[in-house]
């Protein structure tokens, strides 16, 4: 089996957590060759605990200089396209974390450059991989008509489980400058997405692209892209959504917030004739919870409920691996940027939505 050299971008909350104590259990996939960062801090602690000798503070210079075979781009999202193009330049594969981008022009750039190299790119929908996830979407068709959805994300802030089980170094030797530049980028990309639609609406359409964006993709790869957006509000500054998304001939709500509560509740629900499905999901910054799947259904004259755990491994780990096979050879890509697309014109929907009910 081939072994891929990877490098880092990003060596922040999700990169300590989940993807490189993940990259280190598969040896025989992945070999953390370099780690780049614009903190000195996080470069040298996170690059020494795993050996990693390359420690870049520039992601071109890494692409160019570390002899890699793929990259996984997991900085701050202003900075995503920037990274996936700069390494798919000089052919190399990628897998980026989801959101992808900010706005319809980045997306362009990052599927020219993929055409132009041949390389693959692969968006960090992880929940799209739990095994429970994957069982439902077999189920959907025996659900008979589908009646109704429910696509429901409320969460505490990620901190306030991670600070609970897990040692993150978040350094404090970040420029003021380099946080302003960061600011001002994001400000004018969600303005190329959106036009000038005042902090409240950009915070909300941020919401939908970082937390929103796996909601529903989840949704659309089950049920497919609603015909439109019926209605939408946002409330607390935009911290809180709720979308009525119209399908043929049924409707599926979507509910969104973050909170200061110590839980996280995320679960897509499908309501059909003769059945129903709940799809689960618990925090993935807390590796090996399970991702559930609950089937109730009518049998007979009885009502049945079953809990269904198909497989232990975590979310992420099925996702790294889907990458590496659809690299050497052995695999489809579904979370394509095409994909992502379709998720970001469903961002804009929503918050159009939202300007014509006020």
């Given amino acids: ?9 990003g060596l922040g909350e999700v990169a300590q957590v989940v993807h490189l104590p993940i990259l280190e259990s598969l040896p025989e996939l992945y070999q953390v060759t370099a780690v780049c960062d614009i903190s000195p ?6 690059g020494d605990r795993y050996g990693v000798e390359h420690q870049y503070d520039d992601v071109h210079r890494m692409v160019a200089d570390a002899g890699l075979d793929c990259v996984l781009v997991l900085n701050s999202d202003e900075y995503h396209s920037e990274c996936v193009v700069a390494a798919l330049d000089v052919g190399l594969d990628v897998l980026v974390e989801k959101p992808m981008c ?4 980045e997306a362009d750039e990052i599927i020219a450059a993929r055409d132009r190299s041949g390389r693959v790119v692969m968006v960090g929908y992880m929940r799209r991989f739990a095994p429970a996830f994957e069982e439902a979407k077999r189920l959907v068709p025996d659900l008979g008509r589908v009646q109704y959805a429910r696509v429901h994300d409320i969460i505490g802030r990620n901190q306030l489980m991670i600070d609970q089980t897990a040692r993150v170094v978040r350094p404090g030797d970040l420029p003021r400058s380099a946080m302003e530049e960061r600011w001002a980028r994001g400000g004018d990309l969600v303005r190329e997405a959106l036009g000038d639609v005042g902090p409240v609406l950009s915070g909300t359409y941020r919401l939908l692209c970082g937390l929103g964006s796996h909601d529903l993709s989840a949704m659309r790869e089950l049920l497919g892209r609603p015909k439109r957006v019926a209605a939408a509000r946002e409330w607390r500054n935009g911290g809180y959504v709720v979308a009525m998304l119209e399908y043929d001939d049924f409707v599926a709500v979507y509910e969104t917030g973050v909170d200061e509560q110590v839980r996280f509740d995320a679960h897509l629900e499908i309501y059909g004739e003769r059945a129903e499905l709940r799809v689960q999901y618990d925090t993935p910054y807390i590796r ?32 790294l691996e889907a990458f590496h096979a659809a690299i050497t050879g052995g695999g489809a890509i579904k979370t394509t940027p095409e994909d992502y697309v379709e998720d970001m014109q469903l961002f804009v929907d929503i918050i159009r939505a939202i300007q014509r009910d006020r």
């Fill in 1 to 9: 089996m081939t072994t891929l050299r990877v490098g880092v971008v």
């Fill in 41 to 46: 801090t996080l470069r040298k602690l996170v």
């Fill in 288 to 319: 090996h919870l399970p991702t559930t799947l609950v089937v109730k259904e009518t049998v007979g004259d009885g009502y049945r409920e079953s809990v269904l755990r198909p497989h232990l491994k975590d979310p992420y780990t099925h996702e």
């Fill in 102 to 105: 900010l706005s319809p022009r």
